[in-house]
């Protein structure tokens, strides 16, 4: 049995490369490539730019916090989110659910160089924008934050609800 459980964590440490992305300085929701990875997420699934039928603008500082901090879109709606750094700091913008979240967290707390290629996520350098669309097709209550080590468990935290 412990023959069985070293096995079985040398498989899972041997697949953390896979699952885990460095972060780097790119601005994260504007590669084409991940535009067009359109995965159903419980959240809803990677818009086309040329189908938002609404911009909301987003800004994040290094007081830990997103104005507004409280979104609210109807089932079927595709946003285009405009992100602005308006910190020193590196800061994102990730879209998910709290479950997600808080373990992207833990992860990003023990790789703090994770970078990422999906498009609920943009990464935003200091004094800049970035942006990303997101089809709202799932109704409920949802959450975005920054993911960045520190940033998460500082609140830099919102929230989204989509009703019909």
């Known amino acids: 049995m412990k023959n069985f459980r070293f096995a079985l964590a040398a498989i899972a440490w041997a697949l953390v490369p896979a699952v885990v992305f460095a972060h780097g300085d790119a601005a994260h929701g504007t590669d084409k490539a991940a535009a067009a990875k359109r995965e159903q997420k419980d959240w809803g699934i990677a818009g086309d730019a040329r189908s938002a039928t609404r911009t909301v603008t987003l800004t994040m500082d290094d007081n830990m916090r997103f104005t507004p901090d409280k979104l ?75 993911l960045i080590a520190g940033h998460y468990q500082a609140g830099m935290v919102g929230k989204i609800s989509v009703t019909r």
């Open 72 to 146: 609210a879109f109807r089932q079927g709606e595709t946003v285009r989110f405009v992100i602005r750094n308006q910190g020193k700091l590196l800061h994102e913008l990730v879209i998910g659910n709290k479950a997600d979240l808080d373990a992207h967290a833990a992860m990003m707390v023990k790789f703090p160089g994770m970078e990422h290629d999906e498009p609920y996520m943009a990464h935003v350098p200091a004094g800049k924008s970035g942006e990303l669309v997101w089809t709202f097709n799932r109704t409920g209550e949802f959450d975005f934050a920054c």
